[in-house]
C-alpha cells in the first residue's frame, strides 16, 4: 500500500486512499497530485484527533468512504462521456474536502468552518491548484451536502 508504508496510516485509511489513487489514476488523472491531497487532508484529521480512533461519525473514515464511493460513481459517467476530467476533479475534490473541519468543535462540522478552512489552508489551496477546477463551485456542491438545506 503507497501511502500506509508513508504515512503509517490505519489498514482501512490505507486501502481507501490507494483505491481513490487507483481510481482516478484509472481516469487519466495525475494519481500523484490526489495522492499528495489525501495525504494533507488525512494528515489534517490525524494531527487533530480526528483519524480511524475517533468516535465519532465525520472522521477521515468517512470522509474517505465519502470520496471513494463518489469516484465509483463518477468513473461509471466518464466512461459514458457524461463526465469529463473538469466533472471528475471537481466532484472529487468536494467529496474529500466536505466534513473538512480538522477541529470540530461536534460531530456534525459545521459548513461555515469548512469554507474558512478551505480557503485559509494555503498549502491545500496550492494542492488543488493542478486540479484547475473552481473552488467557489467546490464550496458551493459543499454547502449542498447539508440536509435540510
Known amino acids: 500500500m503507497i501511502l500506509c508504508r ?3 496510516f490505519g489498514f ?3 486501502l481507501l486512499a490507494d483505491k481513490i489513487v487507483e481510481l482516478v489514476s484509472y481516469m487519466s488523472i495525475n494519481g500523484m497530485d490526489v495522492k499528495r491531497l489525501v495525504e494533507h487532508v488525512v494528515s489534517e484529521f490525524s494531527n487533530n484527533g480526528i483519524d480511524c480512533d475517533y468516535s465519532g461519525y465525520h472522521g477521515i473514515i468517512h470522509e474517505l468512504e465519502v470520496t471513494y464511493f463518489t469516484l465509483l460513481t463518477t468513473k461509471y459517467h466518464f466512461e ?3 463526465f469529463n476530467q473538469k466533472d471528475v476533479l471537481t466532484l472529487f475534490v468536494t ?3 466536505h466534513d473538512f473541519d480538522p477541529i470540530k468543535q461536534f460531530d ?6 469548512i469554507e474558512s ?3 485559509n489552508d494555503n ?3 496550492n494542492l488543488i491548484v493542478p486540479f484547475e477546477i473552481d473552488l467557489n463551485i467546490v464550496l458551493a456542491l459543499i454547502h ?6
Not at 456534525?108 to 468552518?113: A, E, L, M, R, T
Request: glycine share 0%; proline share 7%.
Open 6 to 8: 508513508e504515512l503509517n
Open 12 to 14: 482501512h485509511e490505507a
Open 80 to 82: 459514458k462521456n457524461k
Open 95 to 97: 467529496a474529500l474536502l
Open 108 to 113: 456534525k462540522p459545521s459548513n461555515d468552518n
Open 117 to 119: 478552512f478551505i480557503r
Open 123 to 125: 498549502e491545500l489551496a
Open 144 to 149: 449542498r451536502t447539508t440536509y435540510p438545506f
